[in-house]
């Protein structure tokens, strides 16, 4: 394993019930920002974190709940997680942010948004959209971007003032202009969230349907445009349903974008969106091992996030490791699960194991979202058991690091 790569767990202490964290992004700013998010908790509410380089510790700097006036103690459903949903915009130094659900109701264990669609007294209120000032740490103002559902993910196209967002349960493709706020709805994609949108340079944004094609958005037509093409999965027991994207980041170039699907037996992708009518795949292979595809297992186990470049030009990300009855890469002195970083090389497509993740007392398999600070460290977000969970520093060597790494910085969560 090539070193040395420092890495450090930083637990969300301060609040005991945050179960995950799926959001975690570099602010316009260069700092980490990252959700903790308490989903599973009657009544749980998501803290927005900052990690302070300082100190170097967490800094909480409000609760969802509080600036927008959705207490958690309504008996609504809650504003329990940012998901996939914190962008930059650089001309002003505002980080927006937009809510989602699935935290039950303070005295209910569990919330469904269909069955609770007309209760007034339970329903979600909404996708609650929040703008935060990073040089002033104030809340400048806040909307409902869309009501009764939440948002999947987000992304900012700054140039022409808008957000792209994907609603749950849903699945409609949502435009909020920012300076009139006020939102469109182009329609449903399908059943299946994607967890992920990106912008090409003609400002078209892409996604993925639940049957595994891509989808773009052209805002000269104005209208959701289907590829008939699937996208690369596992011949052997996929379809192609469900390769819905999982995490995607844009080359330090702009030129192509590295992907990886969700949620069975990963993989890895370079999607160039420029070329050709539907712009070009490439098929970078499994992102995840081998595994027996006869024997049941949770998908939870294989898992792929945290795709992120450092200042180095190599692609970072997370990927799953487990034992497995066949192929089973893992040493008896090894956790049956673990969290391995990757590193990429974009040249070569060369692929190099560079760290583990590990927390304290409990398997590390499971990242969310990579993000890169100024100073040219990565962190990574995680989702898992027990509570509290938290996030992950990766301190990158002196030579691999240079000033103002973040930039360009990535305009989606």
Not at 156 to 164: A, I, K, N, S
Not at 204 to 226: A, M, Q
Not at 232 to 253: I, K, R
């Amino acid at each position: 394993m090539a070193g040395p790569y420092k890495t450090i767990w930083y637990e969300f202490s301060e609040h005991p019930d945050s179960d995950s964290c799926w959001s975690l992004s570099t602010g316009p700013d260069g700092r980490i920002y990252a959700a903790a998010c308490a989903e599973t908790v009657p009544g749980g509410v998501v803290k927005v974190v900052r990690y302070n380089e300082q100190r170097d510790s967490l800094d909480y700097l409000f609760d969802l709940d509080e600036v927008v006036d959705d207490p958690r103690d309504s008996g609504r459903a809650t504003q329990c997680k940012i998901h996939y949903s914190f962008v930059p915009s650089m001309s002003d130094g505002i980080l927006y942010m937009a809510t989602h659900l699935s935290g039950p109701p303070i005295d209910q264990p569990a919330y469904s948004p269909w069955r609770s669609w007309h209760d007034e007294e339970r329903c979600f209120r909404g996708s609650a959209l929040v703008a935060f000032d990073t040089r002033t740490d104030k809340v400048l103002w806040w909307d409902t971007m869309i009501p009764k559902e939440g948002c999947r993910c987000l992304l900012h196209d700054e140039e022409r003032g808008l957000l792209y967002a994907l609603s749950y349960p849903r699945d409609h493709f949502i435009i909020y202009d920012i300076e009139r706020h006020r939102r469109r709805d182009i329609g449903r994609i399908g059943s299946v969230n994607s967890q992920v949108l990106f912008i090409d340079a003609k400002h078209r944004v892409w996604t993925s349907n639940d049957y595994g094609h891509l989808v773009r958005y052209d805002p000269d037509k104005d209208r959701l445009e289907t590829s008939p093409y699937v996208l690369p999965h596992n011949q052997v027991f996929q379809t192609g349903w469900h390769s819905v994207l999982y995490d995607a980041v844009a080359s330090p170039d702009g030129e192509s974008i590295y992907a990886v699907t969700w949620i069975a037996h990963p993989r890895l992708l370079r999607i160039w969106p420029l070329e050709g009518e539907w712009g070009r795949v490439e098929d970078l292979g499994p992102a995840t091992q081998e595994r027996d595809p006869t024997v049941p297992m949770s998908t939870f186990k294989d898992h792929c996030g945290g795709l992120v470049f450092a200042a180095d030009g190599q692609l970072y990300y997370v990927a799953s490791r487990w034992r497995d009855p066949v192929y089973n890469p893992m040493g008896p002195e090894h956790k049956d699960l673990e969290g391995v970083v990757w590193r990429l090389n974009p040249e070569t497509l060369e692929r190099e194991e560079v760290a583990l993740l590990e927390r304290p007392n409990a398997f590390a398999q499971y990242v969310s979202r990579g993000a890169i600070d100024h100073n040219g460290d990565l962190f990574f977000g995680h989702v898992g058991r027990p509570r509290p969970v938290g996030i992950f520093k990766m301190e990158m060597p002196e030579e691999r690091k240079k000033e103002n790494a973040h930039l360009p910085i990535r305009m989606w969560g």
